[in-house]
């Protein structure tokens, strides 16, 4: 059984600690960079903002936003006096867990360093979930507090009958004597932040429930600094002179690195836009002269037909992950912008991306290597690594892994025995070539067998993009009397095409030139929309179940 709380950690609310998987359940952690050495007490908050302050960088931009600029200094004394609201008008104990609903805006920015500063513990909400959703959340994570922009309050409200530990909750955009614009504007801007172990919890971070069965992945104040010291570092080499911009939700671990936690770090600024198209997407890059975007497959897709490259020359790297990248999209982004996509795979369990690549370094139709800190490998049914070419479950371990809050499904992701005892297993489908690098095939649930063969829905979806019909498409298995399943495609169609019988033809025929015939979709339904979470992923659960 593992030890309920260190002795030493700053949370007087043990919830979190008391409900981690027991230790032996715990993944393997690997610390072996200099830069992954790491003090035993460190508050992610201090090393992300007062530090960089500390270090020169106060006068800098921080944040962008269409209503104006945030310093460091200035986003430092918003976030200390969040704090001070939290602790003095809410009652925040160190360790109470606190839901923070808004889009991305500099308020949200500060209010998850606030909540990080305050030593509570952050969990971010989609923006669009309803209040059943909410209320599996708080009452997963016992949630006690809550920030909340006004214009998400109905849902929240609703939610509160159902939640009983949820009881001090304060709104920003709003006018009231009681709102958290209001007494944040009272407090002092210098404030003590919690001295919190490095392995004390910093925020939990649900699944985005691509399976429909969202999980609590706790992740500690260290592993936010190790995300920043992996992937940005290792792939994205960025300057203080960089402007990150991007689509994913701050409350997605994939736009918290991306849009915040990443740029704080190496000292450079992030833009924040509440509701990007790809229209308003490409003039907020060119306004603000933005070098690195993060953004999901399916935007890069659009972005590729709107291009403009002499307005958009300030764009330097192009980071894709959320979903698997079709080589098809890559190609066809790169075409129109010059720009090589940098993809990546990342697991809300796992934090942030931990395969990826250096843009010089892409080999078309793969994910790329293991990036430093991590490593990386394909295990067949008994848990040996396959060898090259061979298709089997992805394991990875590094400086972050999985440690679900109170869930069985703990020991599906981490491997208690054997060889391979403590990676985490994603759930992913993969094979490594001659030459180490990792190529996607599928989720493992995604695996289609047909009449005895392994097709990946994936490499179908990437043959069927190469259509000009095809804006956007899905491959799922349907059962199949004779075959045991079968190849079904779901296509969504570009305007001025009409979906019928020629056209499933022409499609079928042009999979069969582009890959091995065997894996054509034998059905293909046309369908006005695909189903996706709101970071963007494709719910293929949603595509299995009866109509």
Not at 134 to 148: R, S, V
Not at 261 to 286: D, H, N, Y
Not at 486 to 512: P, S, W, Y
Request: net charge neutral; hydrophobic share 40%.
């Amino acid at each position: 059984m593992h030890r309920a709380t260190s002795p030493a950690s700053a949370h007087r609310d043990t919830f979190a600690r008391d409900h981690l998987p027991p230790r032996a359940q715990w993944p393997e952690f690997c610390f072996d960079l200099p830069e992954l050495q790491y003090p035993e007490r460190m508050n992610c908050a201090t090393v992300l903002l007062d530090d960089m302050v500390h270090a020169g960088h106060g006068e800098r931009i921080a944040i962008h936003a269409p209503e104006g600029k945030y310093s460091y200094v200035q986003l430092l004394a918003l976030a200390n006096q969040i704090a001070h609201v939290l602790v003095s008008d809410m009652g925040l104990q160190a360790g109470n867990r606190v839901l923070l609903r808004g889009a991305n805006n500099p308020m949200m920015a500060a209010c998850w360093l606030a909540v990080f500063k305050a030593g509570g513990i952050c969990v971010g909400s989609m923006p669009l979930l309803r209040a059943k959703e909410l209320t599996e959340i708080i009452n997963k994570a016992q949630i006690t507090h809550a920030l909340c922009d006004q214009r998400l309050a109905v849902e929240l409200k609703l939610c509160l009958p159902n939640c009983p530990t949820l009881q001090t909750i304060r709104y920003w955009n709003d006018d009231s004597s009681e709102s958290l614009d209001f007494l944040a504007q009272g407090k002092e801007s210098q404030f003590k932040n919690v001295d919190t172990l490095a392995e004390d919890v910093a925020l939990i971070a649900f699944t985005s429930g691509t399976t429909g069965k969202p999980k609590g992945t706790v992740h500690f104040h260290r592993d936010v600094i190790a995300m920043c010291d992996c992937f940005p570092r290792s792939c994205l080499k960025p300057t203080p002179d960089d402007i990150f911009i991007g689509t994913p939700p701050l409350a997605f671990t994939f736009g918290l690195g991306g849009l915040l936690c990443f740029p704080l770090r190496f000292g450079a600024s992030s833009v924040l836009i509440e509701k990007l198209t790809p229209e308003t997407l490409l003039a907020a890059i060119q306004k603000f002269q933005a070098s690195i975007l993060f953004t999901a497959p399916t935007m890069y897709r659009a972005l590729a037909g709107l291009w403009q490259t002499d307005d958009l020359t300030s764009l330097k790297k192009c980071v894709s992950a959320g979903e698997a990248l079709p080589d098809a999209t890559r190609q066809l982004f790169k075409q129109a912008s010059g720009i090589e996509i940098i993809d990546g795979i990342g697991a809300t369990e796992m934090m942030h991306i931990f395969i990826s690549h250096e843009p010089e370094h892409v080999k078309r139709g793969a994910t790329g290597h293991a990036i430093p800190g991590y490593s990386a490998a394909v295990l067949d049914e008994n848990g040996e690594r396959c060898a090259p070419g061979q298709i089997g479950r992805l394991a990875v371990k590094g400086p972050t892994g999985c440690r679900y809050l109170a869930d069985e499904r703990q020991k599906d992701y981490v491997i208690s025995e054997g060889k391979m005892r403590g990676w985490n297993v994603t759930g992913d489908a993969y094979v490594m070539d001659m030459d180490g690098y990792f190529i996607y095939q599928a989720r493992t649930d995604d695996m289609i067998i047909s009449s005895g063969y392994n097709i990946a829905g994936p490499e179908v979806e990437g043959a069927l993009l190469g259509h000009p019909a095809v804006a956007e498409c899905a491959v799922i298995g349907a059962p199949d009397a004779e075959r045991g399943m079968i190849v079904k495609a779901m296509v969504v169609l570009r305007a001025g095409f009409e979906g019928n019988d020629a056209l499933r033809k022409t499609m079928q025929e042009h999979v069969k030139s582009s890959i091995a015939p065997y894996k054509y979709p034998r059905d293909i339904e046309f369908v006005a929309a695909l189903p996706r979470t709101e970071t963007g992923k494709l719910q293929r659960f949603k595509l299995r179940r009866p109509s």
